[in-house]
């Protein structure tokens, strides 16, 4: 990955509807390579899909809970019910298997605590646990924020220049173009 396809992800991130032509002009490249470096992003499962995120207050899912999962089971036949359990879950968004104390965090969304409780004892009437803790979300603070594409290290396109500034990137195109598309 090189700094022209960070580019790509910062943008398509924050945006998947953006054109090619709006993607190229962004990143200072034509809009073939562009397309290019997408199919490549998502054939190498960078790219693993593009949603639409909606907010869950204004379809009725007001409640947000942090769960935590503690099991005294650790055996392969147990993860695959706890896992098919959560999977059948929609109300489960996030699942996270950790590392310490606690086994298992989960994100729930759901309209109020009374779903949640239904939830919840829907859970461990399926799947025996240790215990469960579970802390409801006052208010979320960012539910849509990209993540963080690390610059590369120079190396498959040995780019000296940010993305964004035309001339040393016309500059460098013109010297590299085999090299990097």
């Known amino acids: 990955?090189?700094?022209?396809?960070?580019?790509?992800?910062?943008?398509?991130?924050?945006?998947a509807t953006l054109s090619l032509d709006e993607i190229a002009s962004a990143v200072g490249a034509s809009k073939t390579p562009v397309w290019n470096r997408l199919k490549r992003l998502k054939e190498e499962g960078i790219i693993r899909r593009e949603v639409a995120i909606v907010d869950p207050d204004k379809i009725g899912l007001e409640a947000c809970f942090f769960v935590l999962v503690k099991t005294s089971e650790h055996d392969g036949d147990w993860q695959a019910r706890f896992l098919s359990a959560l999977k059948e879950r929609t109300e489960v968004i996030e699942a996270h298997r950790l590392a310490g104390e606690i086994d298992y965090l989960l994100k729930v969304q759901v309209a109020n605590p009374r779903a949640y409780d239904r939830f919840y004892q829907s859970l461990i009437s399926e799947v025996k646990v240790f215990n469960v803790t579970a802390y409801q979300a006052s208010r979320p603070w960012e539910t849509d924020r990209a993540q963080e594409v690390p610059q590369p290290e120079y190396g498959r396109c040995n780019r000296a220049t940010e993305v964004g500034d035309p001339t040393s990137e016309n500059d460098h195109r013109r010297n590299s173009r085999k090299q990097c598309e």
């Open 1 to 15: 990955m090189d700094a022209i396809d960070a580019a790509i992800l910062r943008l398509v991130q924050n945006d």
